[in-house]
């Protein structure tokens, strides 16, 4: 289902990014201008790489949407928070409090309370 595949090319695309982010956010406080750390940054393979799944998403998209209607489609995209979320969680070692926990429990309930009644 392309409104599926838009959440996920969307939640590996954060994914990457991060996980670049985190390789050289060092390199941000050594270097004196962030513009000349914007512009290696953009041309790390991994970055390419997010930014077409990024592409991947957005074409997805516009194929979901072509076939179903927008109330029926877009909270499919809301999925691309509890993907990135858990990845926060299990991939890079973010916390999981009480809060956060509930919060993306009743976004799962939204998506299934949305998707069943269409």
Do not use: C, N
């Not at 390789?23 to 914007?38: G, V």
């Not at 997010?50 to 998209?61: I, K």
């Amino acid at each position: 289902m392309l409104a599926l595949a838009t959440p996920i090319f969307a939640a590996i695309s954060q994914i990457l990014m991060k996980w670049q982010t985190s390789l050289t956010s060092d390199q941000l406080e050594e270097l004196d201008s962030k513009f000349l750390y914007l512009a290696h940054f953009l041309f790390r393979p991994w970055v390419i790489a997010a930014f077409f799944f990024t592409f991947l998403g957005g074409v997805t998209w516009i194929l979901a949407i072509s076939k179903l209607e927008l109330s029926q489609a877009y909270p499919y995209v809301a999925i691309t928070y509890v993907l990135v979320s858990a990845a926060g969680v299990f991939v890079f070692g973010e916390t999981l409090s009480m809060q956060k926990l509930l919060g993306t429990a009743v976004v799962i309930a939204g998506i299934g309370l949305v998707i069943l009644d269409s």
